[in-house]
């Protein structure tokens, strides 16, 4: 997936020109003010990679076809409401905190499956997979221990009958560390500064 946040609008033109159709984008007014003047272009449609707060649960709902973002309860009731009164459904994928680290936002790998029993009741979320952003590190043995924790929680999620949703997609690397994450079962690496150069 291509990561166009920070990028004007003729970047993302080029991209679309290239084929691409589904953007990633992680602060939702750039996304509302992008979204505007690239209305002439047909199938667009944008994912939110970053992190949401409820209150703009509604724009979300609205304008988006897929959140990755997806870390808390209070959270997904907001966008399932949203989108019941808007007759939509969206795309999900729970954001996991493989590293540990205090800073990243993302559910608990020990509480994913808690948390996926609970999403079941938002019948507006289709619940695709699990994401994850690793460790930002050298040291590749850490990033790849953040790779294969994501497995692991994928693992017990399908043997949790009460679960929402299906768990195949894993969107996990970047464009420092997508080779990786392929190696250990990504299905989608979200790719910016690779593709369009540096912010
Ligand atoms: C910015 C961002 C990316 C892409 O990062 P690059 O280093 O530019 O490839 C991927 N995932 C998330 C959640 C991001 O915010």
Not at 23 to 36: D, F, P, S
Not at 40 to 51: A, F
Not at 187 to 195: L, M
Request: proline share 3%; hydrophobic share 45%.
């Amino acid at each position: 997936m291509p990561v166009t946040k920070t990028h004007p609008v003729a970047v993302l033109r080029e991209a679309y020109a290239a084929g691409e159709r589904a953007m990633g984008e992680n602060k939702v007014q750039e996304v509302v003010e992008k979204a505007t003047e690239l209305d002439d272009l047909p199938d667009l449609s944008w994912s939110l990679i970053g992190h949401l707060q409820s209150n703009k649960a509604g724009v979300v709902a609205e304008l988006f076809s897929e959140f990755q973002a997806l870390d808390s309860v209070k959270l997904a009731r907001a966008l399932d409401r949203r989108l019941q009164e808007l007759g939509r459904s969206m795309d999900v994928l729970i954001q996991v905190n493989s590293s540990g680290e205090p800073q990243k936002y993302g559910v608990a790998p020990a509480e994913v499956a808690d948390f996926a029993v609970e999403l079941a009741a938002c019948h507006s979320l289709r619940v695709r997979g699990l994401m994850t952003l690793a460790v930002f590190s050298d040291d590749t043995a850490a990033v790849a221990a953040c790779f294969r924790r994501m497995r692991d929680v994928q693992t017990e999620l399908r043997q949790t009958d009460a679960a929402a949703g299906s768990y195949d997609d894993l969107s996990m690397g970047m464009s420092g560390d997508f080779e990786l994450a392929i190696e250990h079962g990504a299905t989608t690496v979200r790719v910016g500064q690779a593709i369009f150069g540096p912010r």
